[in-house]
């Protein structure tokens, strides 16, 4: 079985020396209820709980997968009551607003209990970490008494949520959708359509399940302007059963623990949430939150893959690593001592920590951005209206990269640990492969890779530009200050990186605004990876800071060094060619996409 170590240290190292900075946008800066001792404790428990109820699940749920019956799917053997166990210990609650009974605690601990449980087993995260989701939909555009009603079952755990977005002949394209939706006298809606690849759209972990459905009113105008959001459960509050059925579910590549169904709806009585033709706006806090939670899986999934890896390679004996002429070794050298294998492990290291600290500062302005000042800690100092507003376009711009861009860096960390296993990775017994299968899906669901882009280049930094304002002038704040504090505590070598990148970015940034339509979108993907590798040099190069200015000096913090500088050294270099990619392309797309003469 896959071994698993919740990352303690890099978490405390990054809530309280990183993302502490009173300079930080959406810093953890004076939060009252997030101390170390608290931190430590949270992360203690749900790393135990991961590992003895949850990962022991992992191999068997790959195995066994779902079963799909007429009465209902059930999920593999024990996943119901680790469930169970789950809710029992209170975890649905951690974060959940405390009119809802939740304890109301920093997002950032959800993220980073999602980053654990997903290292333990994706598939049981594709059903538990849904309903915060759905309760920032139901938070921001449901009525009072559909959240009243809803909004405590959603965040005890004791039903769970769905999202009931795709269809056979609309998958990303949601304007095709024809779900239909048509009002009652009760003032409820009758919801006729089916909906396909709804992730936990049946099962047996909770007796009632709530979908939140995109549809049609019968005056919509077609396109994505005419969808409506509503809220149909698969049982009705006075115990009949509403008329949602599961078809089937789907036989994949991977995530076999987790049922991906096929929803028919036959006039199910259902809720608006928002107003008509404004279900695609009401989805999006949705949407969103779960793009952010694809991050935490992919460092959760890249983070068991590289410990297992490492752990390996600390093992197993294999060729002679050192050839000095004239000389033998006794022995066969340990995998970690061949510099490629080192490599190898050093690129997953960097891809880990980068993207763990990029998917905990995007939490932590998810706590900056959407708190209200009536109810937001003065100590913060994100009272202010403008800095909320910088924190929630920030978010936006990081979104995302945190979906597209951590999320194909994780596919390369997996598969680099198979590599690093060789034949034996290839085999199930490993546990590697099971991974490299699941973490495939990541770069698909909630928008694609490309989607992600895309949205990146033409709606935040061509479009509104805020968000990628807020970055750049936080990056040269920083770099300006780092400098002016001497060398102990300066990394002249990635601040004049990061310098360099934020002057590439705009010049490339600028470049893509006066090009072609055709080159822009082009240049999507490439761009996305650019403004990622901006993100995570600027929190790299805080982590040197921290690192650096830590009075203790332990061994784990010339590790943390060493890490920052190969990123830099090694990783790095791919945003000079993606720039000089953009650059050459932008120039010669209108002749190649052109019309062709013959």
Known sequence: MLAFEPPLRDIRFLLFEVLSAPDLPGSLAGAQHLDSLLVDHIVDAMGRFAIDTILPLN???????????????????????????????????????PELGGEGLPHVLFTIQQEILSAACHAFVMAEAVNPCALACLQASASPDLIARWGPLLADGSVLATM??????????????????????????????????????????????VHLVLARLPDA???????????????????????????????????????TCTLRFEGAVGWRIGDPQRGLAAMFPMMNRARLLAGAQAVGLADIAWQNAARYAGERRQGKAVSTPGTTLAEPSLLIAHPDVARMLAIQRAWVEGGRALICWSAALIDASVMDAAVMDAARGHCDPAH????????????????????????????????????????????IEQLLRDARVITLYE????????????????????????????IDRWTRRSKGEGATAHDEEIDAALATLAGTVKDVTTLLATAS???????????????????????????????????????????????????????????LWLAAAIQADSAVSSSVNGPQKR
């Open 59 to 97: 191999a068997g749920a790959d195995a066994q997968g779902c079963t799909w019956t007429a009465s209902g799917v059930q999920t593999p053997a024990g996943f119901p009551e680790a469930y169970a166990a789950f809710c029992a210990q209170g975890w649905p609650l951690l974060c959940a607003d």
């Open 164 to 209: 009931c977005l795709s269809e056979a002949q609309a998958g990303s394209d949601l304007g095709l959708l024809r779900t239909r939706a048509a009002v009652a006298p009760d003032g409820s809606y009758r919801i006729t359509g089916t909906k396909i690849f709804a992730s936990g759209g049946d099962h047996d972990l909770t007796a009632n399940i």
């Open 221 to 259: 105008p077609p396109g994505t302007r005419g969808l409506t959001l509503f809220l149909v459960p698969k049982w009705l509050e006075d115990g009949t059963r509403n008329r949602v059925h599961c078809d089937g579910i789907e036989h994949k590549m991977g995530l076999h623990g987790s049922p």
């Open 388 to 431: 909320r507003a910088d924190a929630a376009a920030l978010l936006g711009l990081l979104t995302p990269i945190v979906k597209g861009f951590v999320c194909e860096n994780a596919q390369q960390a997996v598969s680099l640990a198979l590599q690093v296993h060789g034949g034996h990775g290839y085999m199930t017994a490993t546990g």
């Open 447 to 474: 928008g694609t890779t490309g989607i992600q882009a895309i949205d990146l280049l033409q709606r935040k930094a061509l479009g509104d530009g805020h968000g990628l304002a807020v970055l750049l002038a936080s």
């Open 517 to 575: 339509e055709p080159a822009r979108l082009a240049a999507a993907s490439s761009y996305l990876r650019l403004l990622g590798h901006l993100a995570t040099t600027y929190l790299w190069a805080r982590m040197l800071h921290a690192a650096a200015a830590n009075p203790t000096q332990e061994p784990w913090h010339a590790a943390k060094r060493d890490t920052g500088r190969f990123y830099v050294r090694q990783l790095l270099p791919e945003a």
